[in-house]
């Protein structure tokens, strides 16, 4: 039996999100307040039943109008009942033919049939319509206290304000859990339940929560792991500092416990304690004499002893500290646990932790939950990137038993992480991305399984973005916006680029791609399930059409293909020989021009495209966008002379662009300087053409060039600049969005406090 999937509703900003679970090893990866925590913690504190745990700011934002919308309303127009806002989670087990007898008590019928079984845990009002009247009982009395008090209420608004406020402080009198056996017959492929279903309620001994509680254990490994430091007695860190040593001392304490037979442990302490009472009583002999010749401690004055207190208990946190081994033999060097890094450490700590809370779930017996589910926060914390795979590579082995492979007990991790080298150690299959949505104004999350991107034994690009994603990046999954480019040179420039065009956008998540025109278009339907907002930075590759390859002179031809008719036609292969793009008759070789955006075939018709055409909105978003940037004509000064004109790469149109700057002498080492002085504009641009495309022409000397130089005295080439400031007001504007989402909240919230003075109808 193992958890297939949950779904969440009105919890924090996770508004209505299904997530799916692997077996095994899930991970759990998004950008920042995206809701990965909040979706590990929302099972904890549902199965656990403890209303104490909850707040009404655990509540969706979302849900937080609906609560002041329903006080203001007439009570005779509403059923309270039906519209008083809730959090829910839904947990759907898969479970084989083998284990049914462990979930008998939550089969819908007798009749039931298939795999899937399922429960619903709700915190919801007691009793809404006796709630409302209340608050606002409560309410009206506290606004003629108020406006009796000597000069009126005046902007004095009383508590509670609002149903919100109200909640603030009753929550936990207002609310309870209700448990409900779900029949996954009555729910879509999706998880959403069929118009007009009411799922019937959990009955019997053990009630809903003891019900869960003999279903699942729920274990959690937090992030912050405050491992001890040096420094932390000076630093006011001590009642925090968590050593490996007295973390082993809990673990040994457990086990100690189920072995009370351990005759060997405690001989070993016997002959310790003998030795060490006949030591003590030779050093402390002589002042207990003297004490007793002071009357001391009276009652006939008894003699004085000191006797150790060795007890197996205690004895790893009193008298064991781990050390670090260094060598071999009489030659070994032995440090003490705080000498050795963090990271190593940390790994150490997450194994011990990760084992006891195994031996505890083992240790309950008859009482054992079929289900073991441990949550393991940021597991990278302090280590580097091998120890970060070593520690997701093994994870699961730590948690075999002897004996129970196959069985009706089971274990299932779920990890979240910001770290691209687990991603790169797991592959896509466990991945569950968190992307940040708006609906209706209001902050939520979208949660996507990439097991289903590209789904079936053919996938179009999947394992070809996955092998790239693992040789490259991985933290496209963690980033606010992506920026695809063409090659090295980009990669190498762009930051500086950003940071003259587009400061902005140092403070936020950016993931750059390298993936050159010929693959950019590959990325496609990733970025789209992804959802992410996405600049595109590629370059026109003007060619002029050929019938076929020359065997000579293979550096100035070009490959491509363009989409055949239809939609399984096969592609058609072409050949192109290098040119400027404004040759007549120049066409493109670039496929992400050609197959994504703005799909053109001529260099004629993507000078025509207008900026408009350049953006697109992403498949399945109703928000996020993609823009093409490419070359395209500018004015280009040279010799008193002015002339339109357009690069076919990078360094051409950075070439023309800052023409004057790159023909300096000085400026020889960048490699744009031409031997003779081009006499116009045009003679300009066909020796740039001539350098950049020649064999002896190093790309990355030339970034490593242009990055010595002072960043003032050289500009960002306009298809760049504008490309940037696209994306810079994007990214702003969603910063934006999700920053008026909370101010619409407080101020939905202010509103109705400020009317709190009228009486509801």
Known sequence: MYLRSYRLRNYRRLRDVHVELAQDVSIFVG??????????????????????????????????????ELAAADPAEVDAQETMPSISLDLWFEVSAPDLYLVMPILPSTDWQGT???VRIEFGARNALELLQR???????????????????????????????????ELRHEFEFRYYVLDRAQFNSDFVQNEGYVPSSISGEL???????????????????????????????????EDLSRRLSRFYQRNLEQRDEDHTALKALFDSEEGLNKHLMEVFGPTLKRIATLGYPGLNNPRLEIRTGLNPATVMSQDAKIHYILGEGDAAVRLPDSYNGLGFKNLIYMVVEILDLQARWLDDEDERAPLHLIFIEEPEAHMHAQLQQVFIRNVLSLLEIAGEAGGAFASQVVITTHSPHILYERGFTPIRYFRRHLTDGGQTTQVLNLSSFQKGPTPKDRDFLQRYLKLTHCDLFFADAAIL?????????????????????????????????AFGHRFKELLEFLGITTLIITDI????????????DEDEEREFELPGNGQNAVPQKCYGKLCLPAEIGAVTANQTLIRWIPKKRTIAELFAVPAAEKVELLKGSDSVMVRIAYQTPIDVTWNGATVPLCGRTLEEAFGLENAAWCQAAIRRPIGLKLRGEPPDPTALAAGLHKRVTGKNFDKTKFALGVLEQTTEDWKVPVYIKEG??????????????????????????????????????
């Not at 003999?214 to 001590?238: C, E, N, Y």
């Not at 590759?541 to 000579?552: F, H, I, M, T």
């Open 541 to 552: 590759d003007s060619v002029a059409n050929v019938v076929a390859p020359a065997e000579v």
């Open 485 to 517: 480019v063409e090659g090295n040179v980009e990669r190498l420039l762009l930051p500086l680029m950003i940071e003259k065009e587009a400061k902005s956008l140092r403070s936020v998540s950016l993931c750059i791609l390298e993936v050159g025109g």
């Open 207 to 241: 009630g809903g929560a003891g019900l869960m509680k003999s279903l699942v254990r729920v274990d959690f490994l937090k992030a912050q792991r405050h491992l001890a430091d040096p420094s932390s007695t000076m630093s006011g860190g001590a009642g925090r500092a």
């Open 31 to 68: 950008a920042n307040n995206s809701g990965k925590t909040s979706a590990t913690e929302a099972i904890q504190m549902l199965l656990t039943g403890s209303k104490e745990r909850f707040s009404i700011f655990d509540f969706s934002s979302y849900t937080w109008k609906l609560f002041n």
């Open 116 to 118: 899937q079984v399922g």
């Open 135 to 169: 608050f606002r009982t409560k309410q009206q009395q506290a606004q003629q206290r108020a406006a009796a008090l000597p000069g009126g209420a005046g902007s004095y608004v009383p508590w509670p304000r609002t149903l919100t406020d109200y909640l603030e402080k």
């Open 724 to 761: 940037l400031a696209w994306l810079k007001e994007k990214v702003d504007r969603e910063v934006e969005q999700e920053g008026e989402a909370i101010a619409g909240t407080i101020a939905e919230e202010a509103a109705v406090a400020a009317a709190g003075n009228v009486s509801p109808k």
